[in-house]
């Protein structure tokens, strides 16, 4: 019992979830400057973290026979047989479901569009389609990413002005550099997969550089969010300073031969600029 509750806690990637709905939150600060409905707050976060659990879920189904090629997803509960594909596939569209009504009935319609195009572009676009094709797919994918701080944002203005899409700025930006780091340090095992990953399809040389724009692209984005008062400067003057050393710590990998360790060192460092540049939104919207 305690073995088949685990498969099913690792099937809605709790560690995925828990960022995402950290992220939702922090859209939620932002345009309620801590004016909180805690009923709407917390069917929000409910609604958004069963779509993000049923997003996850057809991931899994989805992914199950390329995962055996991975070292480090061979042994998941879908690709190891220890659970049925036809029974997680069921639960995630039920989820869904279920979040959907929950943002419909107590949140609001466009939280429900968001989510949508949420889980379909994740599940259809990127995971079903680009994923195993093209090197688009990370690109494309982030707009997935994106949508958890939309919602959060949404669920409180009920509009989509520019604080939301700033919001989805910073995330569909942020992904790619992120994730091609893990890519770069991981391309043998997504090589083995199929997976024609931008480090596997174009060298880890090509990926370094490919990911300085994007986080180049993130410093006017910051300062938007300042400029249209949406944070204030402690936002502005910490998430430029973050930016400003995960810039150099991408360039310096243009100079380096040991590309795992680059890599690793930038995808954490990725995490620290994301956790602490939202930890500050939280933080600064209660007295702004």
């Not at 560690?15 to 939620?28: D, E, K, P, V």
């Not at 002005?161 to 780091?181: E, I, M, T």
């Not at 502005?236 to 310096?252: E, V």
Request: charged share 15%; glycine share 6%; hydrophobic share 50%.
């Amino acid at each position: 019992m305690a073995t088949a509750m685990k498969d099913w806690v690792s099937v809605i990637k709790p560690r995925i979830m828990t960022s995402n709905l950290f992220c939702a939150f922090a859209g939620y600060c932002l345009a309620s400057r801590w004016e909180f409905d805690l009923s709407v707050l917390a069917f929000m976060m409910v609604g958004t973290a069963l779509i993000l659990a049923a997003a996850s879920m057809a991931n899994n189904v989805l992914d199950r026979f390329r995962d055996v090629h991975m070292e480090r997803t061979r042994n998941r509960p879908l690709p190891g047989g220890r659970l049925n594909p036809r029974i997680v596939a069921a639960a995630a569209t039920a989820a869904g479901l279920i979040g959907f009504v929950t943002l419909y009935v107590f949140v609001n319609p466009l939280s429900v569009a968001l989510g949508f195009v949420g889980i379909f572009v994740y599940v259809v676009i990127y995971t079903a389609w680009l994923k195993p094709t093209s090197t688009w797919s990370t690109s494309i994918g982030g707009i997935s990413g994106a949508m958890p701080p939309m919602i959060g944002y949404c669920s409180y203005s009920n509009e989509l002005n520019l604080g939301a899409w700033l919001l989805f700025l910073v995330l569909f930006l942020w992904q790619p550099p992120h994730f091609w780091a893990l890519g770069i340090l991981k391309k043998d095992e997504y090589r083995a997969a199929g997976y024609p990953l931008l480090p596997v399809v174009k060298g880890a040389r090509r990926t370094k550089w490919q990911m300085l724009p994007y986080v180049a692209a993130l410093f006017p984005v910051t300062y938007l969010l300042y400029a249209h008062d949406c944070v204030g400067a402690a936002y502005l003057l910490t998430s430029t300073a973050l930016l400003g050393i995960w810039f150099l710590q991408c360039l310096s990998g243009l100079f380096t031969k040991d590309d795992r360790g680059w890599a690793k060192a930038s995808f954490k460092f990725s995490l620290y600029y994301l956790t602490f540049s939202f930890l500050i939104i939280i933080v600064e919207s209660a007295w702004r």
